[in-house]
Each structure stands twice: as C-alpha cells, then as structure tokens.
C-alpha cells in the first residue's frame, strides 16, 4: 500500500500522462461497486474498509494553531483535461504550480472535483469541491481542498469546461489558463491527516481544506454534474481521535 502511494504521484510527474484512478478492479458510487462495498472489490483496497485514518470528513471542533500561512505558487498553466469517469480531471502538463508546507515543495500533479463535496464544515455539504493533488519529491501527498458553491462564474473554469470532451479518457489539451483564479483571497485552513478518498483508499495524505469557499455558475456546476452522471462523494468517515487544527 504504501509503495503504491508513493509510486503513483511520481511516475505521473516523471511521465506526464493520465493517472489512471487507479490500475485494478473496477469500483464506482452506485450499484455493487458504490463506496460502502469498495474493501470487498480487492485486497488492494482494503484500507478503504481497515483504515483508522480515512478521508473525507465532517471538520468539527478544530483546535486554533500557529500554523504557518499557506504559501501558494500557482501560475498559468497547460495540460490536459479528461473525464475519467470517476471525476472530470486536470492534469498538469509541467510541474512548475507548487504550495509550501513544512518548508517542503509539493508539486501540482492533478486536480479533479467531487459533486457534493466530500469533506462538511460542520455539517455543511457544498454543491462541488476541488482537490488540488500535491506530490513532494518522495511521493508523499498533500491534497487542498477548496468548496464550491454557486455564485457568479469562474473564468478559469470556464476555460477548462470548454475544453471537455464529453467522451470518458479522452484527454483534451488546454494551454495558458490562470488557475491561480480558482483559488480563495483568504488561504486561511483546517488541516488533518487522512486518505486518498477513492480506491485503494491509502493513507498518510496531508489534507489542507480552504475555509473560503469560491463561487462558481449554475451552468458551470451543471457541466461539472453532467458529465459525473451521478454524485462522486464517498461517504464520511470517522475522526477516531484524529485532531483537525486551524489557523
Ligand atoms: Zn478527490
């Protein structure tokens, strides 16, 4: 499991190309294959029945740090994006967007989006959240999160939605669109340990979740929600004891 997680986020840097959601056996959010049923489909994903740690969930009671501001070096970018039947997914054509965190770099190897949002801010469920899939050189992961809700529209997505092929893992390129404009003016966080929240569920995932929402359009959230065709947010899973901080 471990070699796993840290084997992907590197052969995906190192080759620039569609990571897979995962290379085994099929898993989904509806039917046989829905979340509840995913540490039954392999042995590979068993962490997703085991796990003590497990992503997403609901931040309650977070405890106040002095934490050190989020550093985020987003640019334009290029790459390409795809419905990969899971999520509709960018992925990073060179890893020059990086975030700071323990004065350690972690680059920007993907991002993709969950309708409804996975994570709650006490209790409160958003109509979309992205997650901004950070690798350091060790392969060690740090996904922010950021919420959606509906507003006005987001041009950045707008770029990109317009690049979409409706047609499942066909990548379309995209080139110089500011993604820096998806993100929040206050980068202020909740942060906790957790998982990958799909298949095979690994642990050991820095989770960093923007308190400030960001808007987007009801026609943007309904592209988003079209091409899911249904919701893609695995269930909330248990603290047992983990501690949520926040600055
Ligand atoms: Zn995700």
């Given at each position: 499991m471990k070699k796993l997680i840290r084997s992907l986020p590197l052969l995906v840097l190192a080759l620039g190309v569609t990571l897979p959601a995962v290379a085994g056996?099929?898993?989904g959010y509806e039917g046989d294959e829905l979340p509840e049923n995913w540490?039954?489909?392999?042995?590979?994903?068993?962490?997703?029945?085991?796990g003590r740690n497990q992503s997403p969930v609901?931040?309650?009671?977070?405890?106040?740090?002095?934490?050190?501001?989020?550093?985020?070096?987003?640019?334009?970018?290029?790459?390409?994006?795809?419905?990969?039947?899971?999520?509709?997914?960018?992925?990073e054509g060179k890893p020059d967007d990086y975030i700071v965190v323990d004065n350690q770099q972690y680059h920007l190897v993907q991002?993709?989006?969950?309708?409804?949002?996975?994570?709650?801010?006490?209790?409160?469920s958003y109509p979309m959240e992205g997650h901004f899939v950070h690798s350091n050189a060790n392969g060690d992961l740090v996904v922010m999160a950021i919420m959606f809700e509906e507003g006005p529209e987001n041009t950045a997505a707008d770029q990109l939605l317009a690049r979409l092929n409706a047609k499942e893992n066909s990548p379309e390129?995209?080139?110089?669109?500011?993604?820096?404009?998806?993100?929040?003016?206050?980068?202020?966080?909740?942060?906790?340990s957790g998982s990958l929240t799909t298949p095979p569920?690994?642990?050991?995932?820095?989770?960093?979740?923007?308190?400030?929402?960001?808007?987007?359009?009801k026609t943007e959230i309904d592209?988003?929600?079209?091409?899911?065709?249904h919701h893609n947010n695995r269930p909330i899973q248990p603290l047992n004891g983990r501690l949520i901080i926040e600055n």
């Open positions: 056996v099929h898993w540490a039954k489909l392999s042995p590979e994903y068993q962490m997703c029945g085991l609901n931040i309650t009671t977070p405890i106040q740090a002095q934490t050190a501001p989020l550093e985020v070096h987003y640019g334009t970018t290029s790459g390409n994006i795809v419905n990969n039947g899971h999520t509709v997914q960018i992925n991002f993709h989006f969950h309708a409804p949002s996975e994570n709650q801010i006490n209790g409160k390129a995209f080139d110089n669109i500011d993604i820096k404009s998806l993100l929040p003016a206050n980068m202020q966080y909740y942060r906790f569920c690994s642990e050991g995932v820095t989770w960093i979740v923007l308190k400030q929402p960001m808007t987007l359009s592209k988003f929600t079209q091409a899911f065709k």
